[in-house]
């Protein structure tokens, strides 16, 4: 069965540093990968997604996240936090025979002055 | 403007009573989700539908039921049966296809009286 783990329920960063987000899948078959994200008290919104072609995937707000097969990884980066990136972060698989997502627990982004 | 409509934003309900949460969307999509969000455990979800006048029961259905007679419309009713409904509930539309994105409502937060 598929399963998503993100690691840390809380990342904390200072404004103006590195963002970095983990994301680690299972899965039989190469999935589809997802990233969306959640301001309080609303839905979600996707960030960006990995179906097919390159793996390094740009989303919008500048972030981006790389698959990496040998590593059942994808993890979200950004070069520079800002105060506005402050929210829940999650990450979604979908095996390709199914239109269902797997969620992660989520990643609720902290960002410090 | 195309999407996503929940109502209504909050709701209570009272001990023995059913409540239902609105989910309309105007995307034309065919598949609409219904998912379950408490702190920390990412969404889990109760029921799915690819098309009208049909739909699945997801991973945490007791208590639930839902109707999709219309393509735009797929309320979600929480019955008395469900004994822990606090949560807040996203509904999501798709294409329905495994590597299209799922476009969320705003959410409804249930609280019990």
């Known amino acids: 069965a598929q399963s998503v783990t993100q690691l840390g329920s809380h990342v904390s960063v200072s404004e103006g540093a590195l963002v970095l987000l983990r994301c680690n899948y299972s899965?039989?078959?190469?999935?589809?990968l997802f990233w969306y994200v959640q301001y309080p008290n609303q839905g979600l919104q996707l960030l960006l997604k990995?179906?097919?072609?390159a793996t390094l995937v740009k989303g919008i707000n500048g972030f981006e996240a790389e698959f990496k097969k040998s590593e059942t990884s994808f993890h979200l980066t950004k070069p520079s936090a800002h105060m506005s990136d402050a929210a829940e972060y999650f990450c979604?698989?979908?095996?390709?025979?199914?239109?269902?997502?797997?969620w992660g627990a989520g990643t609720k982004l902290i960002i410090k002055p | 403007d195309g999407g996503i409509t929940q109502s209504p934003k909050y709701l209570f309900r009272k001990e023995g009573q059913n409540v239902t949460l609105s989910c309309e969307q105007n995307?034309?999509?065919?598949?609409m989700y219904w998912y379950r969000q408490d702190p920390g455990q990412g969404l889990r979800l109760i029921y799915y539908?690819?098309?009208?006048?049909?739909?699945q029961k997801g991973d945490i259905a007791e208590g639930y039921s839902v109707s999709r007679e219309k393509k735009e419309s797929f309320p979600l009713t929480v019955t008395s049966a469900q004994k822990n409904p606090t949560a807040f509930y996203l509904c999501?539309?798709?294409?329905?296809?495994?590597?299209?994105?799922?476009?969320f409502g705003p959410g409804t937060r249930l609280l019990v009286l």
């Open positions: 899965s039989s078959v190469p999935p589809y």
């Open positions: 999501a539309s798709s294409m329905g296809l495994a590597a299209e994105t799922q476009y």
């Open positions: 990995y179906t097919t072609g």
């Open positions: 995307l034309n999509h065919d598949a």
């Open positions: 979604a698989v979908s095996d390709r025979s199914n239109y269902q997502l797997i």
């Open positions: 539908s690819q098309i009208v006048n049909d739909f």
